[in-house]
C-alpha cells in the first residue's frame, strides 16, 4: 500500500511516502531548490519519494493533500466580504494564485504527477493532528494542535483511540495564538512564518514588563478558548499584522530590521512569550480534563515553541509528550497519508516515528566521486578513528561541520546535517553566530547530550529526540556556556543510539575525551538559506564560511588544505535574512 501525502501552496510544500503505515520517504520541497519555505508545487521532493520507494506514480494507491482548499477560499471570501472595503488590497494581492492553481489542487497535483486516481483531503488540523497521534507511540492520546490558520481552525482539542481522532473543540480564525505570536514577530521586526523563534529566543534576554498588555489584547477563559481584540491588528483587513492601535499600547512604532534591540524588545518577547505559555498550558489541561489519557501529541507551527513545550511537560498533568518534528505545515504531507492509511482505511498501527532521517542520503562512493570530481583534497578514515579525530578537533576548538546519512525532515537539524562545536567554550556562541551563520549574535545553541546522561545534565525526564523542549541546565553542570540561555534553560535534543549510533558514538567519543556528554549542534546552513541537502550544498557552505573542517561520510576536509573550487558567494546576498 503506497500512499502519497502532499502539503503545498502555502508555507512549507513537503512530500510523503508512507509504505503500509511506514515512512519511506518524506523530505520538503525547499531543501532541493535551496528556497527557504518553498510553497511551490514539491515536484522534486515528490520525485525524492518516488525514488526511494523505487515506484513511479502509476504505483501510488492513494494520494492525499494536507488541507481542504475550498474551505479556505470561502474564509478568505467571507472575511473580505466582511471588512470591504477595507480587506480589497489584500483580497486582490491573494486572487491570482487562487485563479491558477489553489481552486484545483487536485487536477494541478494529477497533472503534475502524472495520476489518475482521486486525490483525497482532509482538513488542515486533522492533518496536523494525525501527523503527531498516528505516528506516536500511544494507542491512546490527548491531541493539541495551534498554528496560525488552517481552513478555519487556528487550535483544536481531541482525543486519538487506536486508529480514530476526533477533534472535539476548535478555536477559529481570526483568532488565533499562532498568529498573535507572528504578530509580535512582525512588530519585533523579524519576518513572520519564518523567525518565530527569535521572539523565543530573545524571550529570557527580558522580563514581561508588558504582560499586562498583551494580556488586553486576547480574553482566555480557563479551558483555554479565547478572543483576540482585534481592533488592534491589521491582518484581517491589511497586508501587515498589526496597526497604529498596537503601535499606541505598546508604546513605540514597529522596529525596522537593521534597528538595535532595545531592553523594550526583550521586554515585549518575554511578555508574549508568556502569555503564549499560558494559554498553551490551559489548553493542555482542558483536553486533558476532557481525555482523562496520560499522554498528549503536539503539533502545528506553535508546537515548535519548545519553551512552551517544556513548561506543559513541566507544570502540565501529562506524563508523556510526543511531538511532531514537522510539526509546521511540511508535517501535514506525512499527516494526510498516514490519516488515509489508519483511520480511512483502518489499517493496524504498528509504526512509530522515533527519528526525523527520511531525507536524501549519499552513498561513500557518491561523495568521494564528488570530491575526487572537483579536485577537492580530503583524508578518508576508518570510522572509529574517524570519530577520535573529530572528538578530538571539537576539543580543540575547532567548529565542524557534519554531514552524514539521511537529511532531517522538520526545521531542526539533528545530527546529520549539523554544525557541531564545543559547549564548554563561551566564545563559541559568538564565533558560531557571527562568522559561521551570519545571524544576530543574542541567541545561543542547542546542545545535543546523550540520551542516557540527559538527567545528570538537564532537569529533564522525557526524551527530546527532536530538540522541542526546553529544561534548566542543573546548576552543578553549568560548565557549557554556549548553550546555556541567560535564564539558565536550554533547547535539548537527547541523542539515542538506536536511531543514530555514528552520532552518539561521537558524543561518546567527546565525553571519553572530556568528560562532557554535551555538544553544541547547529543546523548545517547559513542565516536565510534551507539546510544543505546535498555533499555539494555541504561544500559550498563550507567553504563560505568560518568552519574549520567538514566532515562528508567517512571524508574529513581540512580548510587550511581546501581550496575553494566553487565560485565564490556572498551569502549575506544570497539569502535573506530573517
Ligand atoms: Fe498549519
Known amino acids: 500500500m503506497n500512499i502519497l501525502g502532499i502539503s503545498a501552496f502555502y508555507h512549507d510544500a513537503a512530500a510523503c511516502l508512507l509504505r503500509d503505515g511506514e515512512i519511506i520517504a518524506a523530505a520538503s520541497e525547499e531543501r532541493f531548490t535551496r528556497k527557504k519555505h518553498d510553497a511551490d508545487f514539491p515536484a522534486r521532493a515528490i520525485q525524492y519519494c518516488l525514488d526511494s520507494g523505487r515506484i513511479r506514480a502509476d ?44 481552486l484545483i489542487i487536485p487536477s494541478v497535483i ?29 494507542r491512546e492520546a490527548a491531541i493539541l494542535t495551534v498554528d496560525g490558520v488552517g481552513e478555519w481552525s487556528t487550535a483544536t482539542q481531541g482525543h486519538g483511540v487506536n486508529s480514530d481522532i476526533r477533534l472535539f473543540r476548535e478555536i477559529r480564525f481570526p483568532h488565533s495564538l499562532g498568529l498573535l505570536y507572528s504578530a509580535f514577530t512582525y512588530y519585533l521586526g523579524f519576518k513572520v512564518n519564518s523567525a518565530e523563534y527569535k521572539v523565543m529566543g530573545l524571550a529570557p534576554y527580558g522580563q514581561p514588563t508588558y504582560y499586562d498588555k498583551v494580556r488586553q489584547l486576547i480574553d482566555m477563559r480557563p479551558d483555554g478558548s479565547f478572543h483576540m481584540d482585534m481592533h488592534y491588528f491589521n491582518y484581517l483587513t491589511g497586508l501587515t499584522m498589526t496597526n497604529g492601535k498596537f503601535d499606541e499600547l505598546l508604546g513605540g512604532p514597529v522596529r525596522k530590521s537593521d534597528d538595535p534591540l532595545e531592553q523594550r524588545h526583550k521586554d ?22 476532557e481525555t482523562g489519557t496520560r499522554n498528549l501529541c503536539l503539533a502545528g507551527g506553535v508546537a515548535l515553541n519548545c519553551v512552551a513545550n517544556g513548561k506543559i511537560l513541566r507544570d502540565g498533568p501529562f506524563e508523556h509528550l510526543f511531538i511532531q518534528p514537522a510539526a509546521g505545515d511540511a508535517g501535514g504531507a506525512i499527516g494526510i497519508a498516514s490519516y488515509i492509511h489508519h483511520s480511512l482505511l483502518k489499517s493496524e498501527r504498528t509504526f ?85 551563520k551570519f545571524r544576530e549574535g543574542f541567541r545561543p545553541f542547542a546542545p545535543s547530550v546523550l540520551a542516557d546522561r540527559c538527567a545528570e545534565w538537564f532537569e529533564l525526564s522525557e526524551p527530546s529526540p527532536f530538540m522541542l523542549l526546553v529544561a534548566q541546565v542543573r546548576p552543578e553542570k553549568r560548565q557549557i556556556p554556549s548553550v546555556t540561555h541567560v535564564d539558565g534553560s536550554a533547547r535539548i535534543q537527547t541523542v539515542d543510539r538506536e536511531t543514530n549510533s555514528l552520532f552518539y ?72 535574512p530573517d
Request: glycine residues 6%.
Open 352 to 436: 512509530t516515528m522515533r527519528h526525523a532521517f527520511t531525507g536524501p542520503e549519499y552513498s561513500q562512493e557518491e561523495i568521494r566521486e564528488f570530491l575526487i570530481g572537483n579536485e577537492i583534497p580530503f583524508q578518508e578514515l576508518p570510522e572509529p578513528e574517524l570519530l577520535r579525530r573529530v572528538a578530538q578537533l571539537i576539543a580543540e576548538q575547532n567548529v565542524i561541520g557534519w554531514f552524514q546519512g539521511r537529511m532531517e525532515f522538520g526545521p531542526r537539524a539533528l545530527g546529520n546535517r549539523s554544525i557541531l562545536a564545543d559547549a564548554r567554550n563561551p566564545e563559541n556562541r559568538d564565533r558560531v553566530n557571527l562568522k559561521i
Open 110 to 138: 494529477r497533472q503534475k504527477l502524472g495520476y489518475e486516481g482521486e486525490v483525497l483531503m482532509i482538513e488542515h488540523h486533522l492533518s496536523h493532528a494525525a501527523s503527531s497521534y498516528l505516528l506516536s507511540p500511544f
Open 505 to 576: 558514538d561521537l558524543i561518546a567519543e567527546f565525553d571519553r575525551q572530556t568528560g562532557v556528554p554535551v555538544i553544541i549542534n547547529t543546523s548545517f546552513n547559513v542565516r536565510g538559506e534551507p539546510i544543505v541537502c546535498t555533499p555539494a550544498d555541504a561544500y559550498r557552505c563550507f567553504v563560505q564560511t568560518g568552519m574549520d573542517y567538514l566532515v562528508l561520510g567517512d571524508c574529513l576536509l581540512d580548510k587550511q588544505k581546501t581550496l575553494p573550487r566553487i565560485e565564490s558567494v556572498n551569502w549575506n546576498q544570497t539569502f535573506a
Open 59 to 102: 504505483d501510488l494507491d492513494y494520494v492525499g493533500f494536507y488541507e481542504k482548499p475550498f474551505i479556505k477560499f470561502k474564509r478568505i471570501l467571507y472575511t473580505h466580504l466582511a471588512c470591504y472595503p477595507r480587506s480589497f488590497k489584500p483580497f486582490l494581492k491573494a486572487m491570482p494564485s487562487w485563479m491558477t492553481e489553489k
Open 268 to 289: 515585549i518577547a518575554a511578555s508574549v512569550q508568556k502569555v503564549t505559555d499560558e494559554v498553551m498550558l490551559t489548553m493542555a489541561n482542558y483536553v486533558h480534563k
